[in-house]
């Protein structure tokens, strides 16, 4: 089956830093990958998304790239902000599939 | 539209006894996936049901069980809880079928004693 491993599982940057969370997956079946942030005492939210028939996504401060050859994708935040800080996940699906979570990364924006 | 609803928010209970949680999905979405989440085992996928069919499971004991209605809500069920199963159990929706996006709950916080 899937597995999704992530890095680093703790970062701390300076505000107005780059943040770059990484996620590798195993399985060249799943073509569907989503960030998730969870604040503290809340749900996880739906921050970002790519399919695997595109090669990057930006959303403002934050962007996905996917590289599918090396089976990795990548979370980057810029221009951090305090209420960046939380715990970010990756996930890996496909068609029929179930999510597969990373174990997650918990991301410290210093003022 | 209303976002996806959990209840209870919040439950004891003791070892032993067994315990029934409830998701409403979003309106219009007919994929409702369980997922139990702990500090060191992060999201663990439960379940999923699509038009009322289990169509995924995860690795979990034949203790955990759902069920999905006619309507998309769901349930879930643990019987004869064990300290371990004190987690959030979260629940998640999406349209189903051809689309992905899932949009979580806001969890089932299981206190077992």
């Known amino acids: 089956g899937e597995n999704v491993e992530q890095h680093p599982s703790t970062l701390s940057v300076q505000e107005g830093d780059s943040a770059v969370i990484k996620c590798t997956y195993s399985d060249s079946a799943s073509n569907y990958f989503p960030w998730y942030k969870q604040e503290l005492g809340k749900r996880p939210q739906l921050i970002i998304d790519?399919?695997?028939?595109?090669g990057e996504k930006k959303d403002q401060r934050i962007a996905v790239t996917l590289n599918k050859t090396a089976k990795h994708f990548s979370l980057h935040i810029t221009e951090t902000q305090p209420e960046d800080s939380a715990v970010y996940f990756c996930a890996a699906s496909g068609y029929g599939q179930n999510f597969v979570f990373g174990p997650g990364t918990r991301l410290s924006v210093l003022p | 539209k209303a976002g996806v609803t959990q209840t209870p928010r919040y439950l004891i209970k003791t070892r032993g006894q067994q315990v029934t949680l409830s998701c409403s999905p979003i309106?219009?979405?007919?994929?409702v996936s369980w997922y139990q989440q702990t500090p060191g085992q992060g999201l663990q996928f439960l379940f999923e049901y699509f038009s009322e069919t289990q169509r995924n499971k995860g690795n979990f004991p034949g203790r955990f069980s759902g069920r999905q209605f006619s309507n998309s809500r769901s349930e879930m069920n643990v019987s004869t809880l064990e300290l371990g199963d004190s987690a959030l159990y979260l629940c998640a929706s999406s349209l189903g079928r051809d689309t992905y996006e899932q949009y979580f709950g806001p969890g089932t916080r299981l206190t077992v004693t």
């Open positions: 790519i399919r695997s028939n595109v």
């Open positions: 309106s219009g979405h007919r994929s």
